[in-house]
């Protein structure tokens, strides 16, 4: 029961994925790509105050890179980048780890089905892969290999 409501969720947010949209005033930007699914993605912050007040993305994958970037950009909107980080971390144990998830993640634990799909976690991370690689602002494209 819960599962069905997990992937409704998904597909959810897949067919109409929240924030998909450039923004002209991020001043994070960062590339990522998942060569093993064929998933793009480019990820636009705007920080304040060390503040994430906008989030959004743009790209093409599957349903669940899609559905990972548009509830993590959801996520992120008023955290702190500490938080941001640490939100992270919970969500790379969620989908590799065998512990109860924090409550922490809302909405982000309809992921915890992936965890037995080995091949597809790197879908659900790429976007918070990315996430990463825009708050230490490399500019390097990432990819998930
Ligand atoms: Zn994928």
């Given at each position: 029961?819960?599962?069905?409501?997990?992937?409704?969720?998904?597909?959810?947010?897949?067919?109409?994925?929240?924030?998909?949209?450039?923004?002209?005033?991020?001043?994070?930007?960062?590339?990522?790509?998942?060569?093993?699914?064929?998933?793009?993605?480019?990820?636009?912050?705007?920080?304040?105050?060390?503040?994430?007040?906008?989030?959004?993305?743009?790209?093409?994958?599957?349903?669940?890179?899609?559905?990972?970037?548009?509830?993590?950009?959801?996520?992120?909107?008023?955290?702190?980048?500490?938080?941001?980080?640490?939100?992270?971390e919970k969500f790379h144990d969620l989908l590799t780890t065998d512990t109860?998830?924090?409550?922490?993640?809302?909405?982000?634990?309809?992921f915890c089905?992936v965890r037995?799909?080995p091949?597809?976690v790197k879908?659900a991370t790429?976007?918070?892969?990315?996430?990463?690689?825009?708050?230490?602002?490399?500019?390097?494209?990432?990819?998930?290999?």
């Amino acid at each position: 029961m819960v599962d069905d409501l997990y992937q409704e969720t998904i597909l959810d947010h897949s067919k109409r994925p929240r924030n998909h949209h450039s923004m002209e005033d991020a001043n994070r930007k960062a590339e990522g790509y998942n060569p093993l699914c064929g998933d793009k993605l480019r990820l636009y912050l705007k920080i304040d105050d060390d503040i994430v007040q906008d989030a959004s993305f743009e790209g093409s994958g599957c349903a669940i890179s899609t559905a990972s970037a548009s509830l993590m950009t959801d996520s992120l909107k008023g955290k702190t980048r500490e938080e941001a980080l640490k939100l992270m971390e919970k969500f790379h144990d969620l989908l590799t780890t065998d512990t109860p998830a924090s409550r922490d993640l809302g909405k982000l634990v309809v992921f915890c089905g992936v965890r037995d799909y080995p091949a597809r976690v790197k879908c659900a991370t790429l976007a918070w892969h990315t996430l990463k690689s825009a708050l230490s602002n490399t500019g390097e494209p990432v990819t998930t290999e």
